[in-house]
């Protein structure tokens, strides 16, 4: 099915609204420690590669081949600049507000084997800073244009990231002795800016989700029984890539069916999406697509012969009714922590996390994950269920959080929770060996809070009746004439 959607244009206006934010909040903390307006923001372009290596801003080929792997931009630097090529450094005069990117000087072969050699003036003119230079030429231009005394200071990128628990990695580069250097103000502080989209990345978001829905939705259309996993996924890929020039998902895509629906993050290399699913199969199929650096993340569970049965409505719309609860609940002043428990409520009595051991959502923007979950100074919580909480923080406008319920039969947690001398009256084992084979389900829509409630982002069929009569070849909505 073709699309109607056409993908937006991307003005550069967004990354110099997150800079002059960036700048405000740098400004207000240096102020309230008495400390003088100088210095610049310094970051540098890095690519986390294969979980082992940390590698400078270039593409890297794999291993010890010749094959190069498809370049991604570090998310604080898509941030800031909107740059899509590797090899860079950018920089931020607080005193001026002035940005400056840093560009790699490119060897003459690069015009025979990757295209014509941009020059400078070119890349000014594409991302709409106040000036470019060349990557030899940093420690000259920042001497240049520091307005302090003695040693210009760079503000470098250097903090946790609340999710990962890993560290970003600061700027390098020859020369750098030649500057005073701060590591403990820039990633907080940006990491906070993040948390609250602007009107220009909201409708980036959007179109993440309207693509990702549609393509949901032809998934959903197009699945027959006896079919592969994989072949839900390249369904997937195929709708957001042609209809969504969106080169990159956001997350590597997870198409299970049957027991695999119980496996929370199937999908990977060992687990790639290849079993064929059966007359009676559950399907969940978490999957979004990523426009321009900004992201979604949409989960749909389904019967993959397009009828419920009574046991799988059943969890189904015990799922669907924690997540309605939960966005009709939404607003600013809302504690995340709150919504977590109301959903656990409606599981099992204080058992929530052996049938749901993930938290209820995250932040989304540039990334899937995206920064902020956890401030200085905000604790995570440590029982069950909520110790796998991305945020504890109160809702604020602005801010895109998935919601996520899902009800899963994971032997991992049921057999140790059915063996257990406090928990065991809980659990009715006829019932629980009916469900021994089900998998699981997840419901997951992308949430914009807005200053009285919420805005669902999401698009797909929820209903059960709705989900029955797609399949069964309806438009959608259900309204929409063909």
């Not at 709708?239 to 990159?248: A, F, I, S, V």
């Not at 669907?320 to 009709?328: C, Q, S």
């Not at 059960?464 to 438009?475: D, K, Q, S, Y």
Request: glycine share 8%.
């Amino acid at each position: 099915m073709a699309s109607s959607l056409k993908p937006p244009e991307v003005p550069m206006e967004l990354h110099a609204v997150n800079q002059e934010k960036l700048l405000n909040s740098l400004r207000q903390n240096l102020n309230e420690t008495s400390r003088p307006l100088h210095g610049f923001v310094f970051l540098q372009a890095i690519l986390f590669f294969l979980y082992t290596s940390i590698f400078g801003g270039e593409e890297q080929n794999r291993y010890c081949t010749d094959h190069t792997e498809l370049f991604r931009q570090e998310s604080y630097f898509a941030y800031l600049f909107g740059v899509r090529e590797p090899g860079f450094y950018g920089a931020i005069d607080i005193a001026t507000g002035k940005s400056i990117l840093f560009a790699p000087r490119l060897p003459s072969e690069y015009a025979v084997w990757l295209g014509t050699i941009k020059p400078l003036s070119f890349i000014q003119e594409t991302y709409k800073v106040s000036m470019v230079h060349y990557t030899d030429e940093i420690v000259g231009v920042l001497h240049d244009q520091y307005k302090g005394s003695g040693k210009p200071l760079l503000f470098l990128l250097h903090g946790l990231n609340t999710d990962s628990d890993r560290f970003s990695k600061p700027a390098d580069f020859k020369g750098i002795e030649k500057f005073k250097t701060e590591l403990n103000m820039l990633h907080p502080v940006l990491s906070e800016c993040r948390v609250l989209k602007s009107d220009l990345e909201l409708a980036l978001i959007q179109f993440a989700n309207d693509i990702s829905s549609e393509a949901h939705v032809e998934v959903m259309r197009n699945t027959k029984v006896g079919m592969k996993e994989y072949q839900l996924e390249s369904m997937f890929l195929h709708h957001t890539y042609m209809y969504g020039g969106c080169r990159h998902c956001s997350y590597t895509c997870i198409c299970a069916t049957g027991e695999n629906s119980a496996v929370l993050h199937y999908g990977h290399a060992a687990a790639p999406n290849e079993r064929t699913f059966e007359d009676g199969d559950m399907a969940l199929l978490d999957m979004g697509a990523e426009y321009n650096f900004y992201g979604s993340d949409i989960t749909c569970s389904f019967p993959v012969n397009g009828k419920f049965t009574n046991d799988q409505k059943l969890i189904y719309n015990a799922v669907l009714e924690a997540h309605n609860a939960v966005i009709n609940a939404m607003k600013p002043g809302v504690s995340w922590v709150d919504m977590h428990k109301n959903v656990e409520d409606m599981m099992v009595e204080r058992l929530g996390a052996v049938f749901m051991p993930h938290g209820l959502g995250h932040f989304l923007g540039i990334d899937t994950h995206d920064t902020g979950g956890y401030p200085k100074g905000a604790e995570r919580p440590k029982e069950p269920g909520l110790k796998s909480l991305r945020t504890s923080r109160e809702l604020c406008e602005g801010m895109v959080i998935t919601v996520e319920p899902g009800c899963y039969f994971i032997d991992a947690l049921l057999v140790p929770a059915m063996e257990n001398a406090k928990t065991s009256k809980f659990f009715n084992r006829e019932v629980i060996g009916r469900f021994k084979d089900f998998g699981g389900v997840r419901i997951e829509s992308d949430v914009l809070v807005t200053s009285n409630g919420s805005k669902n982002m999401t698009n797909v069929p929820r209903e059960t009746g709705e989900i029955e009569a797609v399949m069964a070849g309806a438009p959608w909505p259900l309204n929409k004439k063909i």
